[in-house]
């Protein structure tokens, strides 16, 4: 049986490297998305935590088709510190 996924979909990935300096376990990943031909951010905050390892960010249905420049980060569950931010490429949601 399969699944059937929605297209608006960016799934991340990453390691955990909570062993190193600041990071930790219970630090949350950030994901920022922007489209230029919209002028339009989507941000989606504290959506999971490092140990997670992977992430689905869910776009509204008018990014189908646009080109879509993504930004991630992590911050410590008390939110006073935050990694530097990372881009991590243009997509065109299809």
């Not at 991340?12 to 630090?27: I, M, P, R």
């Not at 689905?56 to 992590?74: C, H, M, R």
Request: net charge negative; proline share 2%; aromatic share 10%.
């Amino acid at each position: 049986m399969q699944q059937h996924r929605p297209e608006n979909i960016i799934r991340l990935t990453w390691e955990n490297n909570s062993v190193q300096g600041t990071a930790s376990e219970s630090d949350k990943v950030n994901v920022v998305c922007y489209c230029e031909e919209l002028d339009q951010f989507e941000i989606f905050e504290s959506i999971a935590l490092r140990t997670a390892l992977t992430v689905d960010a869910t776009l509204p249905a008018l990014y189908n088709g646009k080109e879509i420049q993504v930004w991630s980060y992590f911050h410590n569950s008390t939110e006073t510190l935050a990694s530097n931010s990372v881009h991590l490429g243009t997509f065109t949601l299809v």
